[in-house]
């Protein structure tokens, strides 16, 4: 069972910036993609972002892209997710998630283990 604990959300103007942290404590945690999804209230959970094993292939969802950026640090386990131009519709629940597979994909479907979730808050 991978645990994954997400943390850096809070709230921030339109305009501001943030960093998501993905942290584990698995110690095979290169060896799984990790993704980035987020669900705001009353709408289904979206693909945001996703990147690889070795981090050097990332996806991102057409609404983040130019904005956001996802990059992981193996030697520390985590993953990050950060935000820069934020919008009010960026506000939602954030979640990370693990995938076996050596390339990420967009389909929830796919990924084994999931975090709590950080809540993000874009102010207008």
């Not at 972002?49 to 950026?69: E, L, N, P, Q």
């Not at 506000?91 to 076996?100: F, H, M, N, S, V």
């Amino acid at each position: 069972q991978v645990q994954l604990v997400e943390s850096g959300g809070g709230l921030v103007q339109a305009g501001g910036s943030l960093r998501l942290s993905c942290a584990s404590s698995e110690r095979t945690f290169s060896r799984y993609a990790i993704g980035w999804f987020r669900q705001a209230p009353g709408k289904e959970r979206e693909f945001v972002a996703a990147i690889s094993r070795s981090g050097i292939t990332s996806y991102y969802a057409d609404s983040v892209k130019g904005r956001f950026t996802i990059s992981r640090d193996n030697a520390k386990n985590t993953v990050y997710l950060q935000m820069n131009s934020s919008k009010p519709e960026d506000t939602a629940l954030y979640y990370c998630a693990a995938d076996r597979s050596v390339l990420p994909g967009q389909d929830a479907s796919r990924y084994d283990y999931w975090g709590q979730g950080t809540l993000v808050t874009v102010s207008s």
